[in-house]
């Protein structure tokens, strides 16, 4: 366990995830619908993930699964997450949907507690709700009923809050998976699943994209990869608890790539919405991380000699 080195990691991938995503926005403006986006995202993240489980070893891992049907499931709440975000990004500013990806995580205290059972009580049930009126407050631009509402947003803004769903469920399904599977076997059929799956999208309007688009469609897929990796790797160096924070990084480098690259400025809404978020999410984190050291306080009395 090096706690700075799985710091680096997790900020590293945070980067390059919103990196990806610039470049699916910005292939969204040219055109590009959310299907074939996926397609290239999950396609070309395959040879980064088969060449990173070579250089591992756990190769022979990631092609062994004992539960494909939850693959195939996961894969396809996970392939939903990811289109419902791509749509949502050719119609939101980069900020606006990162704040609202957010949610996923409060979400996913509550799915928990439906499928698996999972004990939630008063403490992170009103962490949940705090992170919800920042969703909420995020959201109220979109949603108001008054003409200066921008039907395109208000779309992006539903499209994006499905996403934030998705990816909570899928989250749901991991957790289930890992108690039998291994995070190899995870990360590669989630991208052989989705790549497979977002090709029923083809007879609905692919494009033949220009060499430059094509070429950001292909980085967007190989920076998937890497940042999956990334992911995977800051895991291996430090606890959850540890390197969950460092996910609202992601704010700021989604302010200054909408702002230097798309021209956008987030308003004094979003930014005081992604705060509550934003705090919800720590106080929710705190609070795993203090049910983790019981539960092991509660695992060492009763072990003997322990």
Sequence with gaps: MNPLHGIFFKVASVAVFVAMASLIKASAGE???????????S???????????????HLH??????QPMSHVWRGLVGTCAMGLGFA?????????????????????VVLAAMFLGEQVR???????????????IVLSPRMTVLETADVRETLGAILVLGSALFAALAQVFVRKLVQQETTAAIV??????ATCLSLLTLPYGWVMPSGSVLAMLVAAGLLGGVGQILLTSAYRFADVSVIAPFEYASMLLAI???YFVFGEVPTLTTLAGALLIILAGVIIIFRERQLGLEREKQRKAMTPGG
């Design 31 to 41: 055109g590009v619908p959310p299907g074939q986006a996926v397609f290239f995202r």
């Design 43 to 57: 396609f070309f993240a395959i040879p980064v993930i088969v060449v990173w489980l070579s250089m591992t070893g």
């Design 61 to 66: 891992d990631g092609l062994k699964t004992a």
């Design 88 to 108: 949502g990004l050719g119609l939101l500013p980069l900020p606006e949907v990162t704040a609202i990806g957010y949610a996923a995580p409060l979400l996913v």
């Design 122 to 136: 008063i403490y992170r049930l009103s962490a949940v709700a705090l992170g919800l009126v920042g969703v909420l």
């Design 188 to 193: 590669f059929y989630f991208s052989v699943s």
């Design 256 to 258: 200054g790539s909408g």
